[in-house]
């Protein structure tokens, strides 16, 4: 077994290695620890609290607690800061700052002397950069999220961030609700600490991150308010100590069967588009790719089983409550890969062995009864997006499935802005909405995918459209939306030549989405695309230059594995 290092970690040696013990030791005295805990194998804790990020409100509670679990364990815990990115307070994207994060993660686990880390994150970009980081780090690491946010009541109704928000604004925008109500429901929607309450990215990822094995069985959907949120930190704290007796790296966990795994939860769960690019960074972390193909047929083969918002129903305290991933994973087992470990060492098939004691089969339906016979998410392919683009088949609606439109552009955010809800603008309910230049390399791939219905539509009635673009959108949104179009339009990828009037095709069944225009022509329409200046100096000139396409899941190209 390799000694632990403790504070010895990565001592820099400029000639006079005990010189260098002795002034680390004597500054970590200045911390006012006692010399026999200077002793102890080291548990770094990332922590990521922010007045930015209200999903992280609880985090110096479950440092707190993380800490506990380290010390009893017989290690010294030593917090430490990193990025911390609340999804609503950044611009021009959260997005933009993911790999930011992964970075500064990586490389604080790397230069301080820790031997194993718990990373505290929560917030949708937050446990994916963690993961990249920690992948990329590869000391021994467990995460832990904050938890969802419990639901909000108005008028004898549950409500939670963000589903909610949407379908309120969108009667508000329909003239339903009126501005008394909204400024109401404004106070009602994000009433706790945790992130978003329903089966968005920031929950998605948390049963991904537990799926692959990366956090502590049946932690993922612990409300952030509960008790066992803080139970689970303290055990997430001793699970930290014991991988550095037992070194388990993260390049043993994430493996390209815990990715196959991690997928299939993806698509039972219904859950975010998102994740499907956070997925791909992690996994290109160590290597891994995930085809369209691959991922198209785990998704034929996996139903969605949980009945959570925006697919169905509930949120994620029902989850939690009815039985959470173990009862999930359960269902999912003739699909997984039985012989993954996670972070205590346990393969799945050991996990699953152990008996549960109650499932609510009316939100983790059983594998036969199914919410739906097929994965939440396809991967198309076609004319318009030769290296694939994401449909959510299970947040759209069925009837828009196999259609055919006229399409209706806009050039970028600001075009969209200006005319989407112009009385006069030429559209019509069976018509294509195609939002251009909102990709990674133009735009950070903000999440404008989710494009409002004309507010004339809107208020004749009409709730759903196919709207295209290169950007994301929400995972707490829904409806007949094309996204992460690949390559994107600045890059000259074939959305760039769609013109209004244009003919697109949608077929979920062929799994394609086509530009129903000659070749030649747009060829010749891509010939005339001007690129977006690189920019002159930055963090965004460095993204600009190096950051990949949603299929290689927007990680910057000297971050993956073959950047190595
Ligand atoms: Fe943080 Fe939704 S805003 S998870
Ligand atoms: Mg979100």
Redesign the pocket.
């Known amino acids: 077994m390799p000694k632990p290092h403790g504070l010895d970690n990565g001592l820099t040696n400029y000639g006079d290695r005990d010189f260098a013990r002795f002034l680390r030791r004597s500054f970590a005295r200045s911390m006012g620890i006692s010399p026999g805990l200077l002793d102890k194998p080291v548990v770094g804790i990332a922590m990521t609290p922010s007045g930015f ?3 992280h409100r609880g985090v110096p509670e479950l440092v707190e607690a993380v800490s506990r679990g380290v010390l009893a364990a017989g290690a010294l815990p030593r917090p430490f800061p990193t990025v911390s990115l ?3 307070f950044l611009n021009p994207t959260s997005m933009v700052y993911r790999n930011l994060m992964a970075i500064d993660t990586e490389e604080m686990i790397g230069a301080q002397p820790m031997d194993a880390v718990v990373l505290i994150g ?3 970009k937050t446990v994916p950069a963690q993961l990249m980081g920690a992948v990329s780090a590869n000391r021994p690491a467990v995460q832990l999220v904050t938890g969802p946010m419990s639901t909000g009541r108005h008028r004898g109704q549950r409500l939670g ?2 589903t909610d928000c949407r379908s309120f604004w969108a009667k508000y925008r329909a003239g339903t609700v009126d501005a008394d109500e909204i400024a109401t429901v404004e106070g009602r929607l994000s009433v706790t600490q945790g ?2 309450a329903v089966m ?4 998605t990822m948390a049963c991904l991150a537990e799926a692959l094995g990366m956090s502590l069985p049946g932690t993922a959907a612990i409300p952030a308010v509960h008790a066992d949120r803080l139970v689970a930190a303290e055990a997430s704290g001793r699970a930290a100590v014991g991988l550095i007796a037992n070194p388990i790296t993260p390049d043993r966990i994430v493996t390209e069967r815990s990715v196959e795994n991690a997928l299939r939860v993806l698509m039972a769960l219904g859950g975010s588009t998102n994740a499907v690019v956070h997925l791909a960074a992690i996994a290109g972390r160590r290597g891994i790719r995930i085809t369209n193909q691959r991922l198209n047929a785990i998704s034929d083969e996996t139903p969605v089983l949980v009945d959570l918002k925006p697919v169905g129903e509930g949120y994620m305290e029902d989850f939690h409550a009815a039985g959470g991933m173990g009862a999930l994973l359960r269902e999912l087992k003739p699909l997984l890969h039985l012989d993954t470990i996670d972070v205590e060492g346990r393969t799945l098939a050991e996990r699953l062995d152990e008996p549960l004691d109650w499932v609510d089969r009316s939100v983790i339906r059983p594998f036969g009864d199914p919410v739906s016979a097929v994965g939440g998410l396809v991967a198309l392919s076609g004319s318009l997006a030769p290296d694939g683009a994401i449909f959510k088949r299970a947040a759209a609606t069925p009837a828009l499935f196999e259609s055919e439109g006229r399409a209706v552009v806009f050039t970028g955010l600001d075009d969209l802005a200006r005319r989407i809800d112009d009385p006069d603008l030429d559209v019509r309910p069976d018509d294509v909405l195609v939002l251009q230049n909102i990709g990674p390399h133009a735009a950070g791939m903000p999440e404008a995918g989710y494009l409002p219905i004309p507010r004339k539509l809107a208020q004749a009635g009409v709730k759903d459209m196919v709207r295209i673009s290169d950007g994301r959108m929400s995972g ?1 949104a829904f409806g007949s939306i094309v996204l992460h179009v690949a390559p994107e339009s600045a890059i000259g990828g074939p959305l760039a030549a769609v013109r209004d009037g244009d003919r697109i095709r949608l077929s979920v069944k062929e799994k394609r989405i086509d530009l129903l225009v000659e070749e030649d022509e747009i060829r010749r329409r891509l010939a005339e695309v001007v690129p977006p200046p690189a920019l002159a100096r930055g963090y965004k000139a460095l993204y600009r230059r190096t950051v990949l396409q949603a299929p290689e899941g927007c990680d910057f190209d000297f971050l993956t594995a073959e950047g190595h």
């Open positions: 990020n209200n999903c609340g999804e609503v929560g917030c949708d961030a963000c992130t978003c968005g990215t920031a929950s707490t």
